[in-house]
Nanobody
Framework: QVQLVESGGDLVQPGGSLRLSCAAS????????MGWYRQAQEKERELVAS???????MYADSVKGRFTISRDGAKNTAYLQMNSLKPEDTAVYYC????????????????WGQGTQVTVSS
């Protein structure tokens, strides 16, 4: 089994910064893409940023230039540095990882963390 644990969510004022972390553990052979999603109240979950195994990032238009995704392969950990936060960034942020659990099976399955709350308010 694979577990993803997020941390770093908090209450922050507009213009502030936060850094989210997502640590993967368990029966991991290889992690392909990792990503951060968010879900605000009464809205659908949306992709915020993702990063390939090779380190290539992708961002939603709403966060480009403000958020930076990164990963540490040795630690099976992904990060989301969030700067210039806005009230509309308020949401529960979820980590996602596409994980291969066996060298004998090249299929990757999606795993999710439990979510961490980010609230941007004065």
């Amino acid at each position: 089994q694979v577990q993803l644990v997020e941390s770093g969510g908090d209450l922050v004022q507009p213009g502030g910064s936060l850094r989210l972390s997502c640590a993967a553990s368990g029966s991991i052979f290889r992690i392909n893409d990792m990503g951060w999603y968010r879900q605000a109240q009464e809205k659908e979950r949306e992709l915020v940023a993702s990063i390939t195994r090779g380190g290539n990032p992708m961002y939603a238009d709403s966060v480009k230039g403000r958020f930076t995704i990164s990963r540490d392969g040795a630690k099976n950990t992904a990060y989301l540095q969030m700067n210039s936060l806005k009230p509309e960034d308020t949401a529960v942020y979820y980590c996602n990882a596409q994980v291969r659990i066996s060298i004998y099976d090249d299929r990757a399955s999606d795993y999710w963390g439990q979510g961490t709350q980010v609230t941007v308010s004065s």
